[in-house]
């Protein structure tokens, strides 16, 4: 008798730590790319594991929240053009929100572009995407993350 309710307390408690567990589908990595003695694109780069998507940063209303990327002023950055995603995007049904979307799978790529007009150690920002699978959603979550010219190579991929 002891052994069966040791054994069914050991079940629960396994049971409940494995529902506790956080899910964190998407791990992001962040690099630099030299395209001239000035220019650089600056890389948000998602690695998602199988069956989860992150959406767009085109998403129409009543939507998922969308990725988007905000980067904190420098005076001495100018930002060509907006944020590139470079990724395959997948354009379908979702059944989390009845309505066709924009989202990606496996890996999303977003580039910025920059030239820098002065001394910049750091370029800062944040980041907000919401991954979801074919049951669930996970709720928005925003990183920051920043890109150092001084103490990286260029293309080193380093992890906020």
Known sequence: MIRKIIFILSFFIVVFSLQAQVLEPVKWKFSTKKISPNEYELVLKAKIDSNWHVYSQDIPDGGPVPTSIKFIANKNVEFIGKVEERSKVI????????????????????????KLVGDVD???????????????????????????FNDRPNGTFHYI
Do not use: R, W
């Open 91 to 114: 354009k379908e049904y979702d059944s989390n929100f009845s309505m066709v979307l924009k989202f990606y799978a496996n890996e999303a790529e977003f580039v910025q572009k920059v």
């Open 122 to 148: 750091t370029i800062k920002g944040t980041l907000e995407f919401m991954s979801c699978d074919n049951k669930q959603c996970l709720p928005p979550k925003e990183e920051e993350f920043a890109f150092n």
